[in-house]
């Protein structure tokens, strides 16, 4: 029953194929697709027509090693001494652009897809540049050396141009590629004596020459020669799950005339002859015979490697299969021999930050934070102002990963990372009414002679007194050597700033005029000019209240200083003030003198060059003279007016 209905499906398959048309064409089989090579000016649309018929389409160029199977194929069809028109022959491949879609230079294709569908390749072959048009439907082709026979290594260069309509395929064009794909495939058969083996694809190609049998095809073997000659047919199968093989055992057209001595009666490795001229096939040690009676097979199913990578290869009960086993943060791909990583951080293992790696993983602690201990336990903050290394200078504020940087009254945070304090020169806004003085952290007001400060610390106005000064000495101070009092009081100032809430201790100390490292600032007043001019009141402001160490605190003080008549501070920028103006006055004078003495000497030296008039040459005779003449017009005394 069985084989009543096998050769029913082999008259099912052969069928259709006996009215085929034997077109010439040429076939290479490997791995588990087939490519045909066809003779045809056709279009590119035609020649998909022609290939989707019998279940292929046009072949696609996806790698270097399916180029080269390419390129058996036209070697195959471009047979010697056959007559060509051209030098160069185009064959279609499945490679289009679509109308619309339009060039794009950063793909290896181009822009270009593949007419089977799939993803973007990185192998590319171009001959030359492609057109950027974007308003037609462009294809490829494979373009060929007609004239070099055989083909040399080099592999056929890829050519884009218009897709050709009936009748007008293109240019240059010869033919077209096909690729047929398949689940499995089949060894070719081996035969023990005389006979032949053709092969009849599903993609309805004949061949005697296949090194690999698409899955579904059938074998013709004709046995013998002459009168003795027979003819089997056999189909490939799948016999197991990715297990491929013909339905045959033994080995075929065995001859016991031959024996072992042809072809080595068909067997792969041993072949073992019996007295009455029969054979049987056997393996080498290590080795153990299949079910085909022909092919041998590892007792060790792992002995030819079969699983890839980090996979590990364990044999199955017998040696008839085997199982491919990955490590520890490995698992199988889905061709079941090799292993791909896994990526543990999708589950999320760590508390703050994972690293995936190879077969397995590693947690990371944001910046601003430390590991708590060991595994995968989390991460504590650090407190970078306990640290040996303190990042500011001044203040600093732990946060939670991170820190920041505060200062001072008086200053404000600076450097580029914010971990600085700079001085704010608080004179710079004209605080002060009259005197400014720029201490670090903070400032003092000062007043003109006869002015004291308001209790607002900022404003001056009129000393009590002023004039009770002016009849004697300063209060306080003795008739003794005149040296410069210093009277300081330390203010504190309240937190809202009111004078009110100060309190003053005060001090009596012999020291310079001024605070050290103190600016001064000079600022008009604001009110009248004092009516005095002995003496000056400089009384710093409570402004800015700090607290420092040492020099600061000496710094942030309030002074009241009283000085004498000569020598004082006050009297001496009076005195500067007048010579320097009396000085503007002389000079402004001398100027004007000058000026006025070179414009005479100038306009004196221009009347001495101005040239004389031709009347000053001539002497004229004095009017009295004229007048006697003409008195004595007729007079006759002798000797006179003649």
Not at 251 to 261: K, T, V
Not at 605 to 616: I, T, W
């Amino acid at each position: 029953m069985a084989t009543s209905t096998s050769l029913l499906l082999l008259l099912l398959l052969i069928q259709p194929w006996a009215g085929a048309s034997a077109e010439t064409q040429a076939v290479v089989c490997a791995g588990t697709a087939c490519y045909t090579a066809h003779w045809g000016k056709l279009s590119a649309p035609e020649a998909q027509l022609h290939c989707s018929k019998n279940g292929g389409n046009l072949a696609t160029v996806r790698t270097e090693e399916e180029a080269q199977h390419i390129q058996r194929a036209l070697a195959q069809l471009l047979e010697p001494g056959m007559p060509l028109a051209t030098r160069v022959g185009k064959f279609w491949m499945g490679l289009q652009r679509e109308k619309g879609k339009c060039l794009d230079p950063s793909l290896p294709l181009k822009g270009f897809s593949w007419v089977g569908g799939g993803e973007d390749t990185l192998y590319s072959n171009w001959h030359k540049e492609a057109r950027s048009s974007c308003i037609s439907r462009r294809c490829v082709s494979l373009m060929l050396d007609l004239s070099l026979f055989p083909l040399t290594n080099r592999l056929p260069k890829w050519s884009e141009g218009p897709c050709g309509s009936p009748g007008s395929p293109g240019s240059n064009i010869e033919g077209f590629v096909c690729k047929f794909s398949f689940k499995g495939m089949c060894r070719p058969l081996a035969l023990g004596g005389p006979g032949q083996v053709n092969y009849t694809t599903p993609f309805q190609a004949t061949s005697s020459s296949l090194e690999a049998v698409p899955f579904a095809s059938v074998a013709n073997v004709a046995c013998g020669d002459g009168e003795k000659s027979g003819q089997y047919f056999f189909l490939c199968k799948e016999k197991a799950i990715g297990v491929f093989d013909w339905s045959s055992s033994g080995p075929l057209c065995i001859s016991p005339e031959y024996g072992c001595n042809f072809n080595n009666g068909g067997c792969q490795q041993d072949c073992f002859e019996g007295g009455d001229g029969s054979f049987r096939c056997g393996c080498r040690p290590g080795f153990r015979l299949l079910d085909d009676l022909v092919t041998c097979t590892s007792r060790n199913p792992c002995s030819s490697s079969p699983c890839r990578g980090v996979a590990t290869c364990v044999p199955g009960p017998l040696g008839k299969n085997y199982t491919c086993l990955c490590p520890q943060g490995y698992q199988l791909d889905s061709t079941q021999q090799d292993c791909v990583d896994v990526d543990e951080c999708q589950d999320s293992p760590c508390a703050q930050e994972c690293v995936n790696t190879p077969g397995g993983f590693r947690c990371q602690c944001w910046v601003g934070y430390e590991a708590s201990g060991p595994g995968e336990g989390a991460c504590r903050d650090v407190d970078e102002c306990e640290t040996g290394d303190a990042p500011c200078a001044q203040g600093c504020t732990n946060t939670d990963g991170s820190f920041y940087c505060s200062c001072k009254d008086g200053y404000a945070v600076s450097g580029e990372d914010g971990t600085q304090c700079q001085d704010v020169d608080e004179c710079e806004g004209s605080l002060c009414h009259s005197f400014c003085f720029n201490t670090q952290g903070s400032f003092h007001c000062g007043c003109l002679p006869g002015w004291e400060l308001a209790p607002d610390g900022l404003s001056c106005v009129v000393g009590p007194t002023s004039l009770g000064q002016l009849a004697g000495p300063l209060q306080g101070e003795s008739t003794g050597p005149r040296e410069g009092r210093i009277v300081s009081s330390a203010t504190m100032s309240s937190p809202t700033g009111d004078p009110k809430g100060t309190s003053k201790v005060a001090l009596t100390m012999r020291k310079s005029s001024l605070p050290p490292n103190a600016s001064v600032t000079p600022a008009p007043p604001k009110t009248l000019t004092p009516s005095r001019s002995p003496g000056i009141w400089i009384e710093p402001s409570n402004y800015h209240s700090t607290t420092t160490t040492s020099h600061e605190e000496s710094t942030g003080e309030d002074f009241m200083i009283h000085q004498r008549d000569d020598g004082t501070d006050g009297q001496k920028l009076l005195l500067f003030y007048i010579l320097g103006t009396v000085a503007a006055i002389l000079l402004l004078l001398a100027l004007a003198l000058g000026l006025l003495v070179y414009r005479k000497r100038r306009a004196k030296r221009e009347e001495e060059k101005k040239p004389q008039s031709a009347a000053h040459s001539y002497s004229w005779v004095p009017e009295r003279a004229e007048g006697r003449a003409m008195e004595n017009h007729y007079s006759l005394t002798p000797g006179m007016d003649c």
